[in-house]
Structure formats: C-alpha cells, structure tokens
C-alpha cells in the first residue's frame, strides 16, 4: 500500500513566496521505501509541522532546476544520512539539478553529492533502481528544458507529471497507474505556457488508455486557488470518469487493500 504525504501543493511564484500554500514537496512511502520528491522551499519546516521523519528517507528524487522544487535539497541530503554522517539512500534528478547548463546552475554541491549512496541524474525514458522499486523518468515541456516526471514502480505504480505542459505523446508514459500526481498551475480557461491547466488536464487523462485508478491534482498558482481546486477536481472528474482530488497541505493519502479487492478503485483513508 502506498502512502503520500503533502509537505506542499503550491506551484507558480506567487503561492511559493507568499506560502498561500506551503511548498515542501511530497513524501512517497512504498514498499519500504521513503522517497521525498520535489524538495522545495520550507521542506524542513514541514516535515516538522507534519511530524515527518526525515532521516528515515531512502530516497530524494528532484525533478527541475527551479527553486520551488529544490531549495531545501541539501539539506534534506543531509536529513537522509543523518546528519551527513551516514551514507545511505538514493539521489535521482533532472540533468541540471545535477550539472546545470545554460541559465541553469547545479542545484547541488559536489559535498551533497558525495553524501547518499548513490546519486544520478536522469534523461527522460531513462529508468533505474532505488530498492527494490524501479523509477522512471518521464519527459516534461517546461521552462527548465531537461526536467523530468517520474513513474516509480513497486507493488503499486505512482506517477508524477512535475511542471509540464500537456503535449500529444505525454500519456504513453502515465499508462496503468495506481496513483498519478499532476501539478495543474491554472484553473478552466487560462491557459498559461508550459504548465498544465485543467483544460489540458482533460485532454491529458482522455488520452491515456489504461486509466489510473486516482489522481491528484496540486501544484496550485492563485488563478487556481481563486477558482477553487476542489471545483477544478469535481469538473475534471466528471468529464474524464476518473477519481480526482485536490490536494491538501498536510494531506495524507493512503490506498488501502479493501479498495483494490473490490474492484472500486483505490479508496482513500
Ligand atoms: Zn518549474
């Protein structure tokens, strides 16, 4: 069973500097692993107010060079070998998390790097181990060019779309999941350049065959907070036949057993 954990659903500038919705990333706990995706600003300090532990991740996967998405990186580095004293635990990134290129400069010191037991940056398509899961880097159409989704599979299959735009093509990648995680930037009818709104949200969920049991939409900007993501989630479910929920900060989601053997889909606790 799978549980995730909301340090944060805010996307775009003005909810991240503001903290009109906190923006400390999600934490995936499945199959014995504790991944913390997207470390961004005020990571730390929620984990605390979440009572999350941060030391027994084995796992940080951070998708794109922007610093809603990687500002607390080294430190929750040096959460995961405890106080950089252990080297333990996996880093997977985006090409320039790690190396940096054009606008871009690493997100991460040689220091940092050196801490987990292994750290490696990913192209999209690309896949490799943490545990006994398998992560899959999926492709993105955002402002930081070489960003990446993940797919991580284990007993259930999660998917994480990270800041895209949705693109024909981009649903080969999002196919039979248990649990997709979509950041939608925008609400109905404003469209914003490289991010997703609910509109191609809709066309993005129509296009994938093998639906995924649940989505959860977060990542919010505040057109989206101001047309209210809960609404967004009812609309996009109906018109798609897909279970969708906004996201809470602090939220914990958890699929359960029951749900499965019913054949009803995931219920969540
Ligand atoms: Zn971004």
Redesign the pocket.
């Known amino acids: 069973m799978a549980k995730i954990t909301f340090l944060g659903t805010a996307g775009g500038r003005v909810t991240v500097l503001t903290q009109l919705r906190a923006s400390g990333g999600i934490i995936l706990e499945l199959d014995g692993e504790m991944l913390h995706i997207d470390p961004g600003p005020g990571a730390l300090v929620r984990a605390k107010q979440y009572k999350v532990r941060l030391r027994k991740l084995t796992g940080i996967l951070c998708s ?1 060079c ?1 610093p809603d ?1 990687y500002t607390d990186l080294e430190v929750v580095i040096e959460s995961m070998t405890q106080g950089a004293k252990k080297k333990r635990g996996v880093l997977l990134m985006g090409e320039n998390v790690l190396k940096g290129s054009g606008d871009f400069r690493p997100a991460v010191s040689p220091y940092h790097i050196k801490l987990p037991e292994k750290a490696a940056s990913l192209k999209p398509g690309e896949k490799t181990s943490l545990g006994s899961l398998e992560i899959k880097a999926t492709p993105t159409r ?3 060019p070489k ?1 990446i989704g993940f797919v991580i599979s284990g007993s259930e299959k999660i998917g994480y779309t990270s ?1 895209t735009e949705y693109f024909p093509g981009l649903e080969r990648h999002f196919e039979g999941l248990d649990v997709l995680i979509m950041n939608i930037l925008r609400p109905r009818n404003t469209e914003w350049p490289e991010h997703m709104s609910t509109n191609q949200a809709e066309r993005f969920l129509k296009a994938i065959k093998r639906k995924p049991k649940l989505v959860i939409i977060q990542g919010f900007g505040m057109k989206m907070l101001r047309a209210n993501p809960f609404r967004e989630a009812a609309w996009l479910g109906k018109r798609t036949r897909v279970k969708v929920i906004a996201a809470r900060d602090g939220q914990v989601i958890e699929t359960t057993r029951e749900g499965k053997k019913q054949g009803l889909g995931k219920f969540i606790k």
Do not use: M, V
Request: aromatic share 0%; no cysteine; proline share 0%.
């Open positions: 794109h922007h998405h955002h402002g930081e960003g800041d």
